[in-house]
């Protein structure tokens, strides 16, 4: 190990949903360890590949999430003696915990060029199958679902992310792809995939009564909610039995259940109801 230097890296990370801990690492920043007689400055390097931010948010604002690399790079600049502290303070204060930065681990690093990008490699453009696993079912309904209502001519006239709490209580949780409202009802639409997700449904099934009373109460209006799911012949054998369970939970709370077959007949819907066409 001889001729390696004693560093700390720490990853930064975009974390769309706190509370259900959702988070994609988009960089990572290299400083040598305090005590270790620091001779470089610290680096930062960050994604160029924002597909893994857009699959767990749709909606991220990537423009500045790139902006932010360039203010970053130039707070390490500026920092006397190479100091990272000006960086976390950025971080830490600017984006209401957007983005976040993980308490540093030592390294080795021969070089800090070579390190950071074996970082970059291990933490941040790679993918753990399992997580590309787990993500992949209810993802692929979203970007369904976007795309039929964009076609449709609709999807920018639609609300996205609807925070529940809105209409049950303070600190749920819970946000709702998107939703319109034709007349007095309020249609919202969620992605659920019964190939990987085992607690949502009974998470909306039991969200149920008391965002039917929040809606009339708060909006006047009655509520249709649809759970968007995959077609069953998409489900493998061993997930058939818990998807014909999962439709039932929900279709006992009034939930409608329809798959991404029908998306085409619902986009055409919404436009018809948001477009008078």
Not at 91 to 106: C, H, M
Not at 140 to 156: D, L, T, Y
Request: aromatic content about 6%; glycine content about 6%; some cysteine.
């Amino acid at each position: 190990m001889n001729g390696r230097k004693q560093c700390e890296f720490s990853l930064i990370r975009y974390v769309p949903d706190a509370v259900r801990n959702e988070f994609v690492n988009i960089g990572v920043l290299l400083r040598e360890a305090a005590g270790a007689g620091a001779s470089n400055a610290p680096v930062l390097r960050m994604t160029r590949d924002w597909a893994r931010v857009r699959c767990v948010d749709p909606e991220a604002d990537t423009e500045m999430l790139e902006a932010l690399e360039g203010e970053l790079q130039a707070r390490l600049l500026e920092g006397a003696g190479g100091d990272a502290k000006p960086v976390l303070e950025i971080i830490e204060d600017s984006f209401s915990n957007l983005v976040q930065v993980t308490a540093p681990k030592g390294c080795l690093a021969e070089s800090m060029a070579a390190e950071i990008e074996s970082l970059m490699r291990v933490y941040v453009e790679g993918r753990k199958r399992e997580s590309a696993r787990k993500q992949s079912g209810r993802v692929k309904i979203q970007a369904a679902m976007r795309s039929r209502f964009e076609q449709a001519g609709v999807w920018e006239l639609m609300r996205k992310r609807i925070a529940a709490e809105t209409y049950t209580s303070a600190g749920d949780p819970l946000r709702i792809d998107c939703g319109y409202r034709p007349n007095g009802v309020i249609k919202m639409l969620h992605a659920v995939s019964l190939e990987t997700e085992t607690e949502l449904p009974k998470v909306l099934a039991f969200s149920m009564p008391a965002l039917r009373e929040g809606v009339a109460r708060v909006e006047g209006a009655t509520l249709e909610f649809t759970a968007v799911v995959e077609p069953v012949r998409q489900v493998g054998e061993e997930e058939q039995a818990y998807y014909s369970f999962a439709v039932k939970t929900m279709e006992t709370e009034q939930i409608r259940v329809m798959t991404t077959s029908d998306l085409g007949r619902m986009a055409d819907a919404a436009r018809r109801e948001l477009l008078r066409v």
